[in-house]
């Protein structure tokens, strides 16, 4: 059974930090894509981040610069680190993991963790 735990969502200010993190089981994390997505209300989910297996990762434009997205294979994680944060990063926050199986790249999601931006 996959699962994928996400932690570390909260309150802060603006100007703040925060770490998300991500534990997956039932998959195996060092051949799967991970990424973090964000849906704030009346949006559309969008991408924040992703990192590829090899470790090459890809930002939003919106958050470029501010953010980073790490993983540590030993762990079966992978982080998000939120630098420098505004109201408009207020969202609840999914991790995404691209699985290869015999169908093609399967993905799974988490249930979210809200983070809240204040001004």
């Known amino acids: 059974q996959v699962q994928l735990v996400e932690s570390g969502g909260g309150l802060v200010q603006a100007g703040g930090s925060l770490k998300l993190s991500c534990a997956a089981s039932?998959?195996?994390?060092?051949?799967?894509?991970m990424g973090w997505h964000r849906q704030a209300p009346g949006k559309q989910r969008e991408l924040v981040a992703n990192?590829?297996?090899?470790?090459?990762?890809n930002y939003s434009g919106s958050v470029k610069g501010r953010f980073t997205i790490s993983r540590d294979n030993a762990k079966n994680t992978v982080y998000l680190q939120m630098n420098s944060l505004k109201p408009e990063d207020t969202a609840v926050y999914y991790c995404?993991?691209?699985?290869?199986?015999?169908?093609?790249?399967?993905?799974?999601w988490g249930q979210g963790t809200q983070v809240t931006v204040s001004s």
């Open positions: 039932g998959i195996i994390f060092r051949f799967s894509a």
């Open positions: 990192i590829t297996i090899g470790g090459n990762d």
């Open positions: 995404n993991a691209g699985v290869p199986s015999g169908r093609g790249v399967v993905d799974y």
